[in-house]
């Protein structure tokens, strides 16, 4: 075993040991069941001090790697998928506060401290039909006096919504004739955005009740609806044109999403396999008179499923190891972490399939672990950018210089 492999065996003893995740397994099955949220997780989470993972050393925490936390994240994901998905959203902003400090801008180094006093951060970008994303916003960010803003619209599939205190948000900055200076449909994004946080005893939010969803039920990802809620001015980040201009936040937020939603669905595929794998050995074929698991059909079904996953967790590896050291991949960059996203999650929905047909009929019970496995692996359909969105970019790169 290499020195790095026993590095993040040793970090999945201390922070993630098998008995803990038996008891996240255990629980996932009874918050997907309730439709809850995932409080006794998060508790031995906190204790674990999972939480500060990305913190440094010099602000009391661990320091860990994006890769290491990527490989921590899918070991989660492979007990209590929703409870990962969910968590991602704390560690991706830590992640972000990392990135920026470990790039020469230590402007968010208060996130570290704010961690260290117990502070949960989740993230309020996603909002609907705003497909630009990062380079635009349909939420309003009037400027006050004082420096800050005061926000306006709705962010929706906001996880942890039930304990998040801190919570990371952007907006289109009003123009001087008080319109929105955002994208117009079918033009370009243009203006400016102001990204920052909001706390979330701030007057002005509201967290829907809304959340009967088809799978990463414990995530309790609510839509937010903000009305006119203060930004501080000390909690303002960054005020960046609009479009698609480069910025160190949206590179930073960028590469923290992308590979760690990908881990959180290698980690489903890989414990679909394990599933399925179970599920073989389990049957035994009546007309051959062996266990599945020595037909051959059936070996093929779950060789290919392997197949898939096998490139996926090895992009996820080497571009959270290219992020650490800092290399520079320039516009290579997002067809890198957007690729290993998309492709995590078709994995994901692949094995878990395969899986069911290894199980037979026993899976299609909504007891069975592998009926929520494969309901959880839907959602990696919603995250952005989608495929069709992504398309173009890949196509760009090849056709149009």
Request: hydrophobic share 45%.
């Amino acid at each position: 075993m290499t020195d790095r492999e026993t590095r993040v065996s040793e970090l999945a003893a201390r922070y993630l040991p098998d008995d803990v995740l038996e008891r996240f397994r255990e629980r996932a099955d009874v918050y997907d069941r309730e439709n809850r949220f995932f409080d006794e997780d998060l508790a031995e989470l906190k204790e674990l001090g999972y939480l500060t993972l990305f913190v440094p050393e010099s602000h009391g925490g661990p320091g860990l790697s994006l890769f290491e936390v990527t490989r921590l994240q899918q070991r989660l994901a492979s007990a209590a998928p929703a409870t990962s998905l969910a968590i991602n959203m704390h560690l991706m902003t830590t992640g972000v506060v990392k990135a920026m400090a470990d790039r020469g801008d230590d402007s968010l180094n208060w996130v570290f401290d704010e961690v260290m006093a117990g502070e949960i951060f989740a993230f309020g970008i996603s909002e609907p039909s705003n497909d630009w994303v990062l380079q635009g916003s349909n939420t309003e960010a009037v400027p006050t006096a004082d420096g800050g803003y005061e926000l306006t619209g709705v962010k929706i599939f906001t996880s942890l919504s039930p304990v998040w205190t801190r919570l990371i948000v952007h907006g289109a900055v009003t123009s001087d004739d008080g319109g929105i200076a955002g994208p117009d449909a079918g033009e370009p994004a243009e203006g400016e955005l102001v990204y920052g946080f909001i706390e979330r005893d701030a007057p002005g939010i509201t967290v829907s009740d809304d959340w009967d969803v088809l799978g990463m039920r414990a995530s309790q990802s609510r839509a937010t609806i903000l009305d006119h809620v203060p930004m501080k001015p000390e909690r303002v980040s960054r005020v960046i044109r609009a479009g698609k201009h480069p910025d160190l936040i949206t590179f930073a937020i960028t590469s923290n999403f992308q590979l760690l939603i990908a881990a959180v669905y290698a980690g489903v595929a890989a414990r679909a396999l394990e599933l399925g794998a179970a599920g073989l050995h389990r049957r035994k074929s009546a007309k051959a008179g062996v266990s599945f698991a020595e037909v051959p059909e059936a070996r093929t079904r779950l060789a290919d499923a392997h197949l898939d996953l096998m490139p996926v967790t090895a992009m996820i590896d080497a571009y959270a190891r290219d992020f650490d050291d800092l290399i520079d991949h320039g516009s290579g960059w997002p067809l890198r972490l957007v690729g290993a996203r998309i492709k995590s999650a078709e994995a994901a929905r692949r094995n878990a399939e395969a899986a069911l047909m290894c199980t037979s009929g026993s899976g299609f019970g909504n007891k069975h672990e592998l009926s929520r496995l494969f309901r959880d692996a839907t959602a990696g359909l919603f995250h952005p950018p989608s495929a069709d969105a992504a398309r173009p970019m890949y196509a760009a790169a090849l056709l149009d210089g």
